[in-house]
């Protein structure tokens, strides 16, 4: 952890002692790191829709304040909550299947970028994990 993140524990950590237990998601509901994912996806899908169809504004510099065709949007999108299929609605309201092509989209500038930074670098993992 500390090669990684930074992070010191408070002492030396032994066997006996099991971390990744006090992460609740883990054991008592996994499929909520799912959730996360998806709705990481979808919030880069509708603020995409919303840029493009809705403000026609450039996704990076969008300013939703004060619009009521944005507040109409996100309330048609939001007020059946678990009354309908999702995907079905999802299709209804931005005429899209779940992709993660608006997120990938989003950052291309970003990966550009770094891909410049990062031209000629060479990386090796190490022969044994750090932790």
Same mark, same amino acid.
Do not use: D, E, V
């Given at each position: 952890m500390k090669n990684i993140q930074g992070i010191v524990p408070p002492s030396d950590r032994g066997e006996e002692y099991c971390d990744a237990a006090t992460k609740t998601h883990i054991t008592d509901d996994a499929a909520?790191?799912?959730d996360y994912c998806i709705a990481n996806v979808l919030l880069f899908q509708v603020h995409t829709y919303i840029a493009d169809s809705i403000l026609h504004q450039d996704p990076h510099a969008t300013n939703y304040w004060g619009n009521k065709e944005v507040g109409n949007? =996100?309330?048609k999108i939001m007020t059946p909550g678990a009354s309908v299929d999702w995907r079905e609605? =999802? %299709?209804n309201c931005i005429h899209s299947d779940l992709s993660a092509k608006p997120m990938v989209a989003y950052f291309a500038p970003l990966m550009t970028w =770094?891909? %410049? %930074?990062n031209?000629?670098?060479k990386y090796t993992l190490p022969e044994k994990a750090p932790y």
């Open positions: 909520a790191y799912y949007f =996100l309330k609605h =999802l %299709q =770094l891909k %410049q %930074q031209a000629g670098r």
